[in-house]
């Protein structure tokens, strides 16, 4: 089957058949595809690239592949506040391989079809398979959520659970065994993440920064701090909580000390859920904006003028710790 | 260096350096970039990813690579008509080589200076070598030149030359052998294309159908008259003028044939040049455009009703002929 019958088949039938998106005015078939903002708005683009061996493993099922290879990209609109519009898609495979691009194309169709994300176009190449999307989203001028906007006294909130992508890698790589069912669970967080984008747009004149862990906690809060030019302390005893698997089977199992937890948790990465900040008059808000996307959100810390990221436990004292975000060429 | 380091010396700073680009609200930096498009204009978007070995050998001079990387993007805006606004990178390495990533980075910012096109952002990670971009330009509504216009009776168009591309890569793998001048010029063609993006903004109004010639004249030709639903007639007398080589030292070179010359102008790829149509009343028209925009434009045949595309002699007699257009999978 040739490129152009396979992109057809694959790629630009499943699309012409999805929901009618109004912004988009020419989409797949064309050197370029025409997007129209709604007026007044800002589009919100972000790029992420998928390379096998490093961001998925080679067998990994491609209906999941496709999904997180989009859903990452959702994530960085979700960060921003931003309403998904469309993305593009550029594929590098090894070979034109049906069994594959089928489930994949369902995959990311299904993901884009939940948010009304039209794939707009792309390319398609023979190569090491990697995966490239761009994706497109708008948001209200002065509204989008930045990193920039930590204050001190500001709240410190993350949503969902974080760490149970990285257990679930661990697991694979045989490096801690898990209960068959706690491995599910873990890898679907690992494989399908769920982008917090109705969250992000709760949050919109809410949250006063806001970014998505996937580099691990830890790292992409320092982006905030960095950004912000401010610090942070985060407890400990809170933040432990949040890995689900923790739940299920800490005091059976002798591999998880806390500081594994905690270390999960705080730099695991892949988690895609949102770290945001907020003034603490808007508590109420941010709880009503997470009851209003059906998505938890947990307090678990606050902004502080003094630079630097602090980890404290239950009474206030320091906890000595060093975690490490991930860097792909260190 | 690390991950970070590495994008900050060579894509933030050298970016943040660039004249300002009104139309970029932010820049590197965030999870997203935001764009904020003229008013009443609509986003061109297009995608390209290059993979080494095979869009471009493993030695390529990397300040050429980068220049292309964009180019190639450009000529998509080009085709539509649209004015560059921003792009994204994402790029796979094997490794953070900084005797790769300076020059890359020059010759693709070169570029992007030239056409004021800002780098929003993107990604980077370790991997095989591949580039991908993504673009963005604006084109007043309804103003964007498809590939669906082009009408019986209008006139067929190329710019500049077309086929020295191939030709280079012919010599490169050894298949053909050139004088060192011609090679070094051909060369010149495959490596550092020049989008026609000035070309394409004055042709707004007065072209009926447009694509960039990226996988041969024939094939691309072929989607301007199947999306228009119309055939053509080239005269291959003016088109095998078209090949700048040809000029230079056809006679004292049997490889030369008038055949393998056509082949080369019909089928050659990588040539980024526009094909356009545009009814006859628009001559002079489109002539002022090509003079506006110091691009070459060569009349080489017509649209016409009956599907299908045919090769003429300069008598109006049929040439037997079947150039193939580049297809990755096949």
Redesign the interface.
């Given at each position: 089957?040739?490129?152009?019958n396979?992109i057809e088949r694959y790629f630009k039938a499943p699309a012409r058949a999805m929901r009618p998106n109004d912004n988009v005015?020419?989409g797949i078939?064309?050197?370029?595809?025409?997007?129209?903002?709604t007026?007044g708005m800002?589009?919100?683009?972000?790029?992420?690239?998928l390379?096998?061996?490093?961001?998925f493993f080679p067998d990994v099922d491609p209906f999941s592949l496709g999904h997180k290879a989009l859903a990452v990209n959702l994530s960085?609109?979700a960060?921003?506040g931003?309403k998904p519009l469309a993305f593009?898609?550029?594929?590098?495979l090894p070979?034109?391989d049906e069994a594959w691009l089928a489930p994949f194309s369902r995959g990311l169709l299904a993901l884009a079809a939940e948010h009304n994300c039209a794939l707009?176009?792309?390319?398609?190449?023979?190569?090491?398979l990697?995966i490239?999307i761009?994706v497109?989203?708008e948001?209200p001028?002065q509204q989008?959520l930045?990193?920039?906007g930590a204050k001190a006294g500001d709240d410190i909130y993350v949503s969902g659970t974080l760490g149970d992508a990285r257990l679930a890698l661990d697991a694979i790589r045989g490096n801690v065994s898990l209960p068959a069912e706690a491995f599910t669970a873990a890898k679907v967080r690992l494989e399908t993440p769920t982008p917090r984008v109705t969250l992000g747009m709760a949050l919109r004149g809410i949250a006063s920064s806001?970014?998505?862990v996937s580099d691990g906690l830890f790292g992409d809060l320092g982006h905030i701090l960095k950004?912000s030019q401010v610090g942070a302390v985060i407890d400990s005893s809170v933040a432990i909580n949040l890995i689900a698997y923790q739940t299920i089977n800490t005091k059976t199992n002798s591999q998880f000390t806390l500081q594994k937890q905690l270390q999960y948790v705080l730099s695991g990465g892949d988690d895609y859920e949102l770290a945001f900040t907020a003034p603490a008059s808007q508590r109420n808000a941010v709880q009503a904006a997470a009851l209003a996307s059906n998505t938890p959100v947990t307090r678990i810390g606050q902004i502080e003028a003094a630079l630097g990221l602090r980890l404290i436990d239950h009474q206030g004292k320091p906890v000595n710790s060093s975690f490490e975000s991930w860097?792909?060429?260190?």
């Open positions: 089957m040739g490129e152009f396979l005015a020419l078939g064309d050197d370029c595809a025409l997007l129209q903002p007026a800002q589009l919100a683009i972000s790029s992420d690239m390379v096998e061996g490093r961001h960085d609109l960060a921003c931003a593009t898609l550029a594929l590098a070979k034109a707009l176009g792309g390319d398609t190449t023979q190569g090491p990697n490239c761009t497109f989203g948001v001028k989008a930045l990193r920039s806001a970014i998505d950004q860097d792909h060429f260190q």
